[in-house]
């Protein structure tokens, strides 16, 4: 008896729940000569998005970093944009952290070794010993003790992929300090650039601070196959050497013959190591006298103290190291702590071969936080050289709003003058670098005048976060003129709260919200049909339990 | 060291999560300290060799009166000490000092590897030991010599190297003053890591799905048999 009530109540309420516009075509038609159109029922009313906090867009500079200073000697060059490389890490590279004062190797962050500098073997008045010291970090890495990544480094807001670096010795914690699971500030993405003059007696000891096999590939820099003791000097397991294992250190030796813009990089696994961040510029620079060069650029960017030869051609020197992350592969080291599985994960579970890149960065960081850090700052009738690499798995279309600049080295070889004209998009493949000129002349060719002027990769996933835009590897051309005190440009348009949230790059906020509020916003439920949608749920759990109940009582009646 | 371990751990569950979550709250708060070099306000020197940072051979902490005894402990780091314990790359010879409350504790760290090790103590009264730890560094080959002076009261202090990743893969200890406030989590000898990977064989899924056969078909019967 219960049950044919039950059945009843089930079909009457499949009818009333059923949604009128689920109804057969025919049905509809044929109630519309009937009752009419329906009656109008307002969609859904706009949601107007919580207002999330947008994180600082540009950070205070306490210590006065961004300042021009003498120290040690050196005038280091003023660095215009909010977030500035530290003055005296830039003079330890200058002098050598070996022959400077113990404050200003304190103020570096730098071990005592990290870039030692010897004799002037040529007697033109700066040091040709060099010694450089490079460890490998993880950053955003895993732990047993936390589903947090530890040694936390963001290349956007909330954006965290796993990462290797390549980074100079430096002195103490890996993080800010004990409280905080923040990198410290030199410790991040890109490896830092390497600058060494043509000639010179280089060493670099790779001393693996990581738990996984790595070597040292020295990318278009002139080095011998093998060092003078006969071991192996081109990074390469299959063909030169063993890998330097964790815990050891190996020391690669060059007297690069030729300048130009080269690059380094892992060669152990390269497909996932030198696609995890372990890779950087390597500049060779001609041979001048009193040629005294920032050995390291950590971070890119800026260089605060450019060659010689830079100096007579040139204002202003950046270093622009684009790359591509793959979120497939960076986030396996943050899923397991073993080393023996998250060698597994890394090299034979992922495959490359099906991967597509989902983050895009230039100089380590997407926008907007590249507007914080990697912006080419100049003035009017100023002549600017960009070294520029594509460390990315993609190519990448490089482009610059408002001007025509001109490539005149190509993978560290002087392009013949006949074959120099402005261009504003180069083509840059997988590892290769080219020198630019920029020229900020208003004459209609080379620049259009003052202004903000974006530079990024003319493809469109490069303007992206994993596709969220604006993101990825967009930065800006800025003249000084357009510049705050505080290093952040005086953009027009839309605000940029929203793009400094961690929400926008999940997803979570309309694109239009800021300037077009409701218009374009997420909608409201619509209460009715959700309620019909249940009501159809309801009467089909009744009618699977009856038919249950049917089937059951047949088969016990056998 | 091992019986010991395991008895402690009955009694100390509560405490470690105690522990854990004031760790914790101590992150989160933390971030608005910024010290971009790594080490502002310490007293150090840096060596060719490593650095020694708020070395204390005197200054008594509040609580103590005197010093109530001496300590000298040799840590040896390197991958070598990591080789015993499965999934560690790097690792310390000791994972885990006993010490009086009120004691001087003088520390040798002999790193074996060739890349820079560190033997670094965290929660020192601030008073005595800015940023609250007492920190020793040593670049690969080399050793470093450096003493401190604990407080009165029964606490356990973590001990680990901070070069990204290094306590991760195994150089994490605790420093256990008195009866110590319980065991942290994950040190390598001593307790667990709190998560933990599953390591089971590929064939976990045809294991269980035998399983949920042999126990279904195997109830069916004795059900029919009744």
């Known amino acids: 008896m219960i049950n044919r009530w039950l059945l009843a109540l089930a079909l009457l309420l499949a009818v009333l729940s059923w949604p009128p516009q689920w109804y057969p075509l025919s049905v509809r038609l044929k109630l519309t000569e009937v009752f009419g159109a329906a009656e109008f029922r307002p969609l859904p009313g706009s949601i107007t998005n919580p207002d999330t906090t947008a994180e600082k867009f540009c950070p205070p500079d306490p210590e006065g970093w961004r300042e021009k200073q003498l120290i040690e000697g050196l005038e280091i060059r003023n660095s215009a944009p909010c977030i500035p490389d530290n003055p005296f890490a830039v003079a330890a590279f200058v002098r050598g952290t070996n022959n400077i004062e113990q404050a200003t190797l304190l103020k570096s962050g730098l071990t005592a070794d990290a ?144 300048a130009g813009t080269m690059f380094y990089h892992c060669h152990v696994q390269p497909h996932v190591h030198v696609m995890m961040g372990l890779q950087g510029l390597f500049i060779i620079e001609p041979n001048q006298p009193d040629n005294w060069l920032q050995t390291m650029n950590i971070g890119a960017g800026l260089v605060r103290w450019p060659s010689q030869s830079l100096r007579e051609e040139f204002d202003h020197e950046y270093d622009l190291h684009f790359l591509d992350l793959d979120q497939q592969l960076s986030e396996r080291i943050q899923q397991e702590n073993d080393p023996r599985l998250i060698t597994r994960s890394m090299h034979r579970e992922y495959d490359i071969t099906d991967s597509t890149p989902d983050f895009f960065t230039v100089n380590g960081r997407s926008f907007p936080y590249t507007f914080q850090e990697s912006l080419v700052v100049g003035d009017r009738n100023e002549r600017i050289r960009l070294h520029v690499v594509n460390g990315g798995a993609k190519g990448i279309a490089l482009h610059t709003h408002g001007h025509k600049f001109s490539v005149t080295h190509r993978d560290g070889v002087v392009v013949p003058a006949t074959a120099v004209a402005p261009q504003d998009v180069v083509w840059l493949a997988t590892s290769q670098r080219v020198d630019l000129s920029l020229e900020m002349k208003n004459d209609g060719l080379h620049a259009y005048g003052p202004g903000i002027w974006p530079y990024h990769d003319h493809q469109y996933n490069g303007v992206t976060t994993d596709g969220i835009g604006p993101g990825g590897n967009i930065s800006a051309i800025v003249y000084a003129e357009y510049l705050e005190k505080s290093g952040w440009p005086r953009t027009q348009g839309v605000s940029w709260n929203k793009f400094f949230t961690e929400a926008y790059y999940r997803r979570e906020v ?37 038919l249950l109940l049917v089937v059951v009582r047949r088969v016990s009646r056998r | 060291m091992k019986a010991g371990s395991s008895r402690r751990k009955s009694y100390s569950l509560l405490r470690l999560l105690a522990v854990l979550l004031g760790l914790i709250s101590v992150t989160a708060v933390g ?178 799905l035998f399983a949920l056969l042999l126990a279904f078909t195997g109830s069916l019967l004795l059900f029919r048999n009744r």
Request: with cysteine; net charge negative; charged share 20%.
């Open chain 1, 115 to 258: 870039v030692e500098k010897g004799r002037d073997l040529d007697g033109d008045g700066d040091p040709d010993e060099i010694h450089i010291r490079l460890e490998v970090a993880e950053l955003n890495g895993g732990s047993a003790l936390s589903r947090d990544p530890v040694t936390r480094y963001s290349i956007a807001p909330g954006i965290e992929p796993g990462l290797w670096v390549f980074a100079p010795k430096l002195a103490g914690m890996a993080v800010e300090n004990f409280e905080s699971s923040q990198a410290r500030r030199a410790l991040r993405l890109p490896s830092p650039v390497i600058r060494v003059e043509q000639g010179d007696e280089i060493r670099i000891t790779l001393e693996n601070s990581h738990y996984m096999p790595h070597t040292l590939h020295l990318h278009g820099a002139d080095h011998g196959f093998v060092d003078r003791t006969g071991e192996g000097n081109d990074g390469v397991p299959f063909t030169s050497e063993v890998p330097v294992m964790p815990g050891n250190a190996r020391t690669y030796e060059l007297q690069p013959r030729h």
């Open chain 1, 510 to 546: 309309p694109v239009w919200e800021s300037y077009a509020p409701g218009l374009f916003s997420d909608t409201g439920i619509d209460g009715r049909f959700l309620l019909r949608i249940i009501g159809l749920a309801l009467s089909a759990g009744i009618l699977g339990a009856l």
């Open chain 2, 31 to 208: 971030q608005q300290t910024v010290d971009h070099t790594g080490h502002e306000g310490h007293s150090m020197e840096v060596k060719p060799a490593g650095m020694v940072m708020n070395e204390n051979h005197t200054e008594l902490p509040r609580d103590c009166a005197g010093i109530s005894r001496d300590y000298a402990f040799t840590i040896r780091a390197g991958t070598e000490y990591a080789k015993q314990i499965p999934g560690t790359i790097f690792g310390m010879s000791q994972h885990e000092l006993r010490v009086e409350p009120c004691s001087r504790i003088e520390i040798t760290f002999n790193n074996e590897d060739q890349v820079r090790h560190q033997w670094m103590v965290h929660g020192l009264p601030t008073y005595l030991y800015p940023g609250g730890m007492f920190h020793i560094e040593v670049s690969g080959g080399n050793s470093q010599q450096g003493t401190f002076i604990v407080p009165g009261e029964d606490r356990t202090y973590l001990v680990h190297c901070d070069l990204a990743q290094h306590m991760e893969k195994g150089m994490r200890g605790q420093l256990v003053v008195g009866q110590g406030s319980g065991d942290l989590w994950g040190v390598p000898g001593v307790s667990n890591g709190f998560y933990r990977s599953g390591y089971l064989p590929a064939y976990t899924r045809w294991l269980i």
